[in-house]
């Protein structure tokens, strides 16, 4: 693992004549991290010695940006938890999150979330600095989290998030059959006014849009269940949750909203599937999850299969 964490790029003939400046902006190099460069124990280097920012750059020239070290909060406490990683490397991670586990700590969990297991595994593998979330996942959802190990690696996933190119596919289970199989709901999501926690779909609310996808209905115990596939093109709390059950078709285990929790005991939401361009390589990352078992048992023997549909287009 780099250390310092440092970036190093060339300067090619269109750089000629550049300010140092303006070409860290072109890639994405914030003034918030200039500033903490050049204020908290961070370098700019062109060809091995100390530049400022007014640097007037050359063909060919090697620019290297050291960024400071950073610091973990240091309220939080690192924790003996397991972790399962499913992807990991210099920059980023990716965890499979159980149900049950909190992302980061609250006033209702203040420990054992994923934040504090994965303090203990950074300490554990000599990594320092903030666990950085880049996308989260509630309480009683499983599944795929992504990481950044740095802050500007953070900074670069958050606008990637903003240009919606970090694809997030979940698995979900519902009661009934939806009218129409495939679609796409757009309706705006607020919070319920007398609820810290609760959202509701109503028309002051923020713009939301989530593409569903029918993959199997099939009967259980005299009721009838529907295994659907979704897409979140907005990011807002509770957003599937809400969305199914302004439907009427609320997920199952889904006691905030009004499903059935005759045989799962939280809602049957999983993320299965992230999609996105490496912040650093740019190579195009496919990582997928499979269901967990206690939403894997509901299913009937000829779904196997199902759960590795394509992805949703």
């Known amino acids: 693992m780099l ?9 090619a003939e269109i750089d000629e004549g550049t300010l140092l400046r303006d070409f ?14 050049k204020y908290h124990g961070g370098k700019l280097l062109v060809n091995g010695s100390e530049e400022t920012v007014r640097y007037i ?9 050291q960024f400071p070290a ?12 397991p972790l399962t990683i499913v992807y990991e490397d210099d920059y980023i991670l990716v965890i499979e999150k159980l149900a049950g586990m909190s992302t980061i700590p609250s006033r209702e969990h203040p420990t054992g979330t994923l934040a504090n297991a994965l303090l203990h595994y950074y300490e554990q593998i000599g990594h320092t600095g903030a666990v950085h979330f880049v996308t989260r996942l ?54 319920v ?22 993959l199997c209905t099939f009967p259980y115990e005299r009721q009838t269940y529907s295994l659907i596939q979704l897409q979140l093109l907005t990011g807002r709390t509770h957003q599937i949750r809400v969305h199914m059950a302004w439907l009427g078709h609320p997920l199952l285990g889904d006691s905030l909203y009004n499903g059935n929790c005759t045989h799962i005991k939280r809602q049957a939401l999983h993320c ?27 299913l009937p023997a000829s779904a196997e299969s199902i759960c590795d549909k394509t992805n949703m287009k």
């Open 3 to 11: 250390s310092p964490f440092t970036l190093q790029f060339t300067a």
């Open 193 to 214: 006014n007398d609820s810290i926690i609760k959202r509701e779909v109503r028309a002051d609310g923020q713009p939301a849009a989530t593409l569903y996808q029918t």
């Open 24 to 37: 860290l902006a072109q890639k994405n190099i914030s003034r918030t991290a200039l500033t903490d460069i």
């Open 70 to 81: 950073e610091e973990s909060n240091p309220h939080m406490k690192g924790e003996q938890i």
């Open 138 to 191: 509630d309480y009683d959802t499983s599944g795929l989290v992504l990481i950044a190990k740095h802050r500007h690696v953070h900074h670069l996933l958050s606008l990637a998030q903003e240009q919606n190119t970090i694809q997030k596919e979940y698995l979900a289970l519902i009661e009934g059959t939806l009218t129409i199989a495939n679609g796409c709901v757009e309706q705006p999501i607020a919070r």
């Open 272 to 298: 299965a599937r992230l999609q996105f361009s490496h912040p650093i390589t740019g190579e195009l990352l496919t990582i997928k999850s499979a269901l967990p078992e206690d939403m894997q048992r509901l």
């Open 57 to 65: 750059l050359h063909q060919n020239d090697l620019v290297s940006v």
